[in-house]
C-alpha cells in the first residue's frame, strides 16, 4: 500500500532554513509527480509546489517562489522541500502527496500524515 | 491565478440527508478539479477527480459534477462517518488552488 512519511518539521527562527523530507514506498516512485501542500493553523489547505516525475518540471505557489525549492532523489524513493528565509506566515502543517497519474502532473491522490512547521522566535 | 470560490463554507445536516457543495472558479478550467475530504488531525482523502469521476474505493452516495467554472460535490443519504470538511481543488494550471472549504456538522 502506499505510504508516505515526511520527517524534518520542527520550530525554526525567522529567516531561517528548513529541510523536509518524504520517504515514499509502495509504489513506483520514479513515474508519479509529486506534491507539497501545507495547512496553516486552522486554515485551509495550500498547495505549495510540484515537482515531475523525472524532476526536470518544479513549478510553486507565488507565495514561497524563490524560497522553497522541491527535489527528489529517485534512487532513493525520497521527495525534498528545502525551505528558506522561512516567516511567521510558513507555518503550517506540511503535507507529501502523490499525484494519481503516472508520468504526468494533475491532481493528487494520496497524501502523507504531514510534518508541522513552526515558525517563531 | 485561478481563485476558487467555495460554498458554503459551513453546513448543518443529518444522518440521511442530501448536501450539495459547491465550488466556482474564477476562469475556465475545463473539468480539471477535484474534491477531498478531511476530518480533523488526518491527512485529506480524494473523493472525486475530474470534475465526476469517482475514486477508487469511494462510495456511491459521493459524485461530482460540473465543468468550465461551476461544479458540485453531491453527498446523498450522509453517513455519520461523512460529517468532515471538504474542499476543492483545481489543477488546470499553476499554481493549483484550493477551495476554502466546507465543514459539514451535524444537526
Known amino acids: 500500500q502506499v505510504q508516505l512519511l515526511e520527517s524534518g518539521g520542527g520550530v525554526v527562527q525567522p529567516g531561517r532554513s528548513l529541510r523536509l523530507s518524504c520517504a515514499a514506498s509502495g509504489f513506483t516512485f520514479s513515474i508519479y509527480a509529486m506534491h507539497w501542500v501545507r495547512q496553516a493553523p486552522g486554515k485551509g489547505l495550500e498547495w505549495v509546489a510540484v515537482i515531475s516525475y523525472d524532476g526536470n518540471k518544479k513549478y510553486y505557489a507565488d507565495s514561497v517562489k524563490g524560497r522553497f525549492t522541491v527535489s527528489r532523489d529517485n534512487s532513493k524513493n525520497t521527495l525534498y522541500l528545502q525551505m528558506n528565509s522561512l516567516r511567521a506566515e510558513d507555518t503550517a502543517v506540511y503535507y507529501c502527496a502523490k499525484d494519481r497519474a503516472s508520468f504526468g502532473i494533475g491532481e493528487i491522490d494520496f497524501w502523507g500524515q504531514g510534518t508541522p512547521v513552526t515558525v517563531s522566535s | 491565478a485561478i481563485q476558487m470560490t467555495q460554498s458554503p463554507s459551513s453546513l448543518s445536516a443529518s444522518v440521511g440527508d442530501r448536501v450539495t457543495i459547491t465550488c466556482r472558479a474564477s476562469q475556465d478550467i475545463r473539468d480539471d478539479l477535484a474534491w477531498y475530504q478531511q476530518k480533523p488531525g488526518r491527512a485529506p482523502r480524494l473523493l472525486i477527480y475530474?470534475?465526476?469521476s469517482l475514486q477508487s474505493g469511494v462510495p456511491s452516495r459521493f459524485s461530482g459534477s460540473g465543468s468550465g467554472t461551476d461544479f458540485t460535490l453531491t453527498i446523498n443519504s450522509l453517513q455519520p462517518e461523512d460529517f468532515a470538511t471538504y474542499s476543492c481543488l483545481q489543477d488546470n494550471s499553476y499554481p493549483y488552488t484550493f477551495g476554502q472549504g466546507t465543514k459539514l456538522e451535524i444537526k
Open positions: 475530474s470534475a465526476s
